[in-house]
């Protein structure tokens, strides 16, 4: 048994993968946009075109909560810019959030755990809020982001495949943090894990020779 494990251990060694490398779309903006919160605005998001490096790890907005403790949700979606709707279902999710009625722009980040996307296709992320408010959200309407748009639903998440409003052509304060698939590595030190593998063999293979003796 033992000479078993020692032997998928090898292997394991062999089997070791590159770690991931970091991208990110960032917007810095200062101007406001408004008023989020169930009873008005519920749902605000950024659309954007994922990069080459896909898989997409943490977004972050920020947002003024005006001192209201705004329970919310995040989600992410395929996007279809013509429809200016979702297209399908929630890629991904984050549950029992809320801002904590701070009453100051702050920094929002939900992590989403590695969500593979399609280079090139169209994505919202947005925030649901599900209880009161009038937050504030840092938006800038000169639109400094090029390949999406501030989106929003005056409805809840029931109704998020209905058209959107148009996000009057600017762009949030936003940053979305990639990372590369895992995939085997090249540079995995062969020499040193071979000869690891291949004694492993060779003392399961005297240990079955002397039993048959």
Known sequence: MTVLRFAAAAAAALATTAPAAAFTISNIETSDVGLWGSGN???????????????????????????????????????????????????????????????????????????????????????????????????????????GAFRYLQATLADVGDEWGPGFDGDLDFTFAFSEPAAPSSDVPVPAALPLFAAALGAFGLVRSRRRA
């Open 41 to 147: 605005v519920p749902i605000h998001g950024q659309t954007f075109e994922a990069p080459a490096v896909n898989v997409l790890d943490t977004a972050r907005f920020t947002i003024d909560d005006g001192g209201d403790d705004i329970a919310f949700a995040a989600y992410l979606y395929a996007w279809d810019d013509a429809a200016r709707s979702v297209d399908g279902g929630p890629l991904g999710s984050v549950l029992g959030l809320s801002t904590g009625a701070l009453d100051v722009k702050t920094d929002y980040q939900v992590d989403f755990g590695g969500v593979p996307l399609t280079p090139g296709e169209d994505y919202v992320v947005f925030f649901e809020a599900l209880s009161e408010g009038q937050a504030i959200w840092s938006y800038g309407p000169a639109g400094g982001y090029g390949d």
